[in-house]
């Protein structure tokens, strides 16, 4: 409990988590202020419904293709 190289990583830890937390603090701030893509994400619906139409757009998509990849995908190969 005397070694003071004990005492200077607990100090280390402590700075580290202190700066941790003031990280986390500021990237849920701007989250929360709709910052970035996921914080309008998180604050345009608009933009999420968007976003969640084109994903169930390219599923069906995909499902289609996988269904008859014929109609869809032409592979032609020519030699000269």
């Keep these: 409990m005397t070694d003071p190289s004990l005492f200077n990583r ?3 830890v402590t700075a580290r988590l202190t700066e941790l937390t ?4 500021e990237l849920t ?3 929360n202020s709709g910052e ?12 999420y ?3 969640n139409g084109a994903v169930n757009d390219i599923r069906s998509l995909m ?3 996988k ?7 032409n592979v032609r ?3 000269f």
């Design 10 to 12: 607990m100090n280390d």
């Design 22 to 25: 003031g990280r986390l603090n």
């Design 29 to 31: 701030t701007r989250l």
């Design 36 to 47: 970035g893509t996921v914080g309008l994400l998180l604050k345009d619906k608009q933009l």
């Design 49 to 51: 419904e968007n976003m």
């Design 63 to 65: 499902a289609e293709i």
């Design 67 to 73: 269904k008859d990849p014929k109609r869809y995908l």
């Design 77 to 79: 190969v020519s030699i």
